[in-house]
């Protein structure tokens, strides 16, 4: 399997340190989510789709799962649908807040509403997503308070990530932490 030889070819280029292997899934069933988890070695899950709380009880690796606030819904209702998961006996370990495009679980570079996401973490810590990139990711972080940030089209060019602007983000990130 590709995952698997991937995270292995990681661990094994970076010995002594703690490699985490998240897999992403959109609306997967629980036991393929499950199987790719256990072939492919993965620590975790992050889920972008529709995934009902109690879904997450039959997986067998940490969750963290994505919420997209339309634009219009205050923080509020937003709070009460992430609460739906954390008040589970398996809660998700992370809360990701991720930028909204309808009918797009994600991935779009759609930016998140900054001002929303704060909000959201006055009730509990969460990661930034959305929009993100080596040129925003700064401000950011010391506008929101995020817990960590996730990226992906945002160190892309032409549909295609570069080392150079990975290595960008991830320096503009570590100095937005230390601030």
Known sequence: MT????ITAAREAAPGRNLFAIGVFVDASPSEMA???????????QLHGSETPESLQRLPVPVLKAFRPRPGV???HVVVDINRYLSTSR?????????????????TGARADWRRAEEIGAAF????AGGLDPD???AA???VHPLGVDVSSGVEIDGVKTVERIEKFIRAARVAFRE
């Open 3 to 6: 995952a698997r030889t991937c």
């Open 35 to 45: 199987l790719i988890a256990q072939q492919a070695g993965l620590d975790a899950l």
């Open 74 to 76: 205050d923080a509020a």
């Open 91 to 107: 809660p998700p370990v992370g809360i990701l807040i991720d930028g909204y495009t309808d009918g797009v679980p994600g991935g």
């Open 125 to 128: 810590p969460f990661l930034l």
């Open 136 to 138: 925003n990711v700064g």
């Open 141 to 143: 972080i010391r506008e």
